[in-house]
């Protein structure tokens, strides 16, 4: 209880009011989700018999990674002090201990996703107490980041540390990846997630996760690939075949795992 109190104490109390409501009104959003749920069983239904068991991974190791993949993230940030760090897709919440390091490092974040995640991240932030005022947030209401970042290689932005943690598929992620590229300085570092990410991961996902189906259902049409083409992955094979093989990126092997790669631009490489 005094815990609470302090916590109010240094929020104030116009602060703790607003943070309240913001999360009532969470909560109130996730009920209305339920509303959906014959709807997800139907799904069930038409998949009847689909399995993937491409990954395997306990409780504990999924953990472990999120840990290790952060850690090689707050590394890498801490060694480019001052410098200009791109996020492409940031997720439904803030990393506040990330984002702290970063204004400690006087870092020059950009965040690049849908108009409502970033309004929401911004809000969340400030709610804090966290001076968002040098953060640029590059929002689309519709479509994909594509024409955003086509967007900052008109406007001649380029940045030091690009991470791309987004849709995962061939068809968004191939031009996204080439126009990370462009933005990217020569010596600079592309943080790739989910490498060995598949369509079926996501559909096994969808079948077991009332939550996941609900929130990724409307944003991947599964039905634009193969039933071969959803085995494969996707990232895995654009970040091979194009930014190591095409493009003369090299893997950093200390700050990478199986399914989280740090890669570096040739210092030679032409903007």
Request: hydrophobic share 40%.
């Amino acid at each position: 209880m005094i815990s609470i109190f302090r916590k109010v104490k240094e929020l104030g109390y116009s602060k703790t009011i607003i943070l309240i409501i913001n999360r009532l009104s969470r909560y109130l959003n996730r009920l209305s989700r339920y509303l959906f749920l014959p709807q997800w069983y139907i799904y069930k239904l038409k998949n009847l018999g689909f399995s993937d068991r491409t990954f395997n991974n306990t409780g504990c190791e999924v953990e472990l990674a999120l840990e290790t993949k952060e850690h090689f993230i707050r590394t890498i940030l801490s060694q480019n002090k001052g410098k200009k760090f791109l996020e492409i897709e940031i997720g439904e919440y803030p990393n506040i201990k990330r984002v702290n390091l970063m204004q400690e490092s006087e870092i020059q974040y950009t965040a690049c996703d849908f108009e409502a995640v970033c309004k929401s991240h911004k809000k969340a932030l400030e709610i804090r107490g966290i001076d968002t005022t040098n953060m640029k947030f590059a929002s689309n209401r519709v479509g994909a980041y594509c024409w955003t970042l086509f967007e900052m290689l008109i406007n001649k932005e380029r940045f030091d540390v690009i991470y791309l943690d987004g849709h995962h598929t061939f068809y968004v992620d191939l031009p996204a990846i080439f126009l990370a590229h462009y933005i990217l300085i020569p010596g600079g570092y592309l943080l790739v997630d989910d490498i060995e990410w598949t369509c079926n991961f996501l559909k096994n996902n969808l079948l077991r996760s009332f939550h996941d189906w609900y929130f990724y259902n409307r944003m991947y049409d599964l039905a634009e690939y193969e039933i071969e083409q959803q085995s494969i992955p996707h990232i895995k094979m654009i970040t091979e075949q194009i930014l190591v093989a095409e493009l003369g990126y090299s893997k950093i092997e200390s700050y990478s795992t199986p399914a989280w790669w740090t890669l570096q631009k040739p210092i030679t490489a032409e903007l």
